[in-house]
């Protein structure tokens, strides 16, 4: 006999099978074992998600799939950075970077790349941080050419973390060399520049420091980075 509505089942009746070979998509949902709740989805041609048995699903991984869950582990982030949570912040920005690498996102693997190590600067670990400095830059340069505004972040970070270390002359160079460049950009491109204002307050203030500046001179930058808009009208 036919069981009631809302009766739990383990298996699957015919009709189900038949409108599960018919779809184009769905959301796949887990736990994990620290019952934290985690939804996905999932698409391709209908007929793409078959029903090998009763109680059997079964699908094939795409790329696209896995560019969707590097993504969510580093949008998760931001969230866990403000919970406190910086230790399974560091496990979701690793575990990002590792799927963005094995599949060829270069770009996500650049962010994750790029915020791992902003993480371990503040965290005072410098020494972790400008490998993955030194990473982000190879990244965004590969995907978006030296001259992009990701490039020169990365290289500030670099150079934070080397001067942290003691290595003031190798921070010194990676910050001329920015310079060097965004004058060149502007030259050769009519005004162009290589970052935005904000971002260029951010290597002024570097620049400062390895110079010892006075606390005049870093008044005068903070002065002019509260005066950036920072979002358009």
Known sequence: SAKPRGAKRDALTDDEAQFIATRDSFYMSTVSESVWPYMQHRGGKP??????????LAFAESHNDA???AGVLQNRGPLYFLLGRIDELIVDYRRC???AREFGFAMSEGMATKDLGELFFYMGKPEESEPLARRAVELYVMTLGETAPRVAYSEILLARARAYQGDVDGAR?????V???QEKMKVESNGTIVVPPDGQVLIDVVALWLRGASDEEFDKAVEYARSINLQPP
Do not use: A, W, Y
């Open 67 to 69: 560019m969707l869950l």
């Open 179 to 181: 310079n060097v460049r």
């Open 173 to 177: 160079k990676v910050v001329e060399s």
């Open 47 to 56: 007929g793409f998600l078959h029903v090998v048995n009763p109680t059997t």
């Open 97 to 99: 970077i590792q799927t």
